[in-house]
């Protein structure tokens, strides 16, 4: 029993460590960069349309906007980025779509609360029996102080 509680709390640790899928975590990366691109757009119709008064714009304008904002623009840079993220998932561990860690999370949640009310119950049943069986230090406090006999 306790064996088992302790596999479903190596299973909820495996699943909040899991990367998102690569196809979602390159969408995550889009959406960033496509966040930056859009913080800035130059002024490139003013600067170089100008009449007679034309000079090029100083680098000084950009100043106060970050190179990454400037960079995003460039579909060169973020094949780059899409490749360092593929690249990185060949050392990642199995991955989880965003859209059903609530449901596994769930699921592991119930199954691990039905293992403690079994292993609960026995520790009641050898208590009545005069065997004492100590408890684990992380046993949920709500099925400790909740559980009670069956009647059988």
Same mark, same amino acid.
């Given at each position: 029993?306790?064996?088992?509680?302790?596999?479903?709390?190596?299973?909820?640790?495996?699943?909040?460590?899991?990367? @998102?899928?690569?196809? !979602?975590?390159?969408?995550?990366? %889009?959406?960033?960069?496509?966040?930056?691109?859009?913080?800035?757009?130059?002024? =490139?119709?003013?600067?170089?349309?100008? #009449?007679?008064? *034309?000079?090029?714009?100083? $680098? &000084? %304008? *950009?100043?106060?906007?970050?190179?990454?904002?400037?960079? /995003?623009?460039?579909?060169?840079?973020?094949? =780059?980025?899409?490749?360092?993220?593929?690249? /990185? *998932?060949?050392?990642?561990?199995?991955? =989880?779509?965003?859209?059903?860690?609530?449901?596994?999370?769930? &699921?592991?949640?119930?199954?691990?609360?039905?293992?403690?009310?079994? !292993? !609960?119950?026995?520790?009641?049943? /050898? /208590?009545?029996? #005069?065997?004492?069986?100590?408890?684990?230090?992380?046993? %949920? $406090? =709500? @099925? @400790?102080?909740?559980? @009670?006999?069956?009647? %059988?």
């Amino acid at each position: 029993m306790r064996a088992d509680i302790a596999q479903v709390t190596v299973e909820q640790r495996t699943l909040d460590a899991a990367p @998102v899928p690569s196809d !979602e975590a390159e969408r995550r990366l %889009d959406d960033y960069l496509s966040g930056l691109a859009a913080q800035w757009t130059p002024p =490139v119709a003013i600067d170089f349309t100008m #009449g007679t008064d *034309y000079r090029p714009p100083s $680098p &000084d %304008d *950009y100043a106060p906007h970050k190179v990454a904002v400037l960079l /995003a623009n460039l579909p060169p840079l973020r094949d =780059v980025l899409r490749a360092r993220l593929r690249s /990185a *998932y060949e050392r990642l561990p199995a991955s =989880v779509p965003s859209a059903e860690r609530p449901a596994r999370a769930a &699921d592991l949640v119930n199954r691990r609360r039905q293992l403690e009310l079994q !292993e !609960e119950q026995l520790i009641l049943e /050898a /208590a009545e029996s #005069g065997m004492a069986i100590a408890r684990r230090p992380d046993a %949920d $406090p =709500v @099925v @400790v102080l909740t559980t @009670v006999l069956r009647a %059988d």
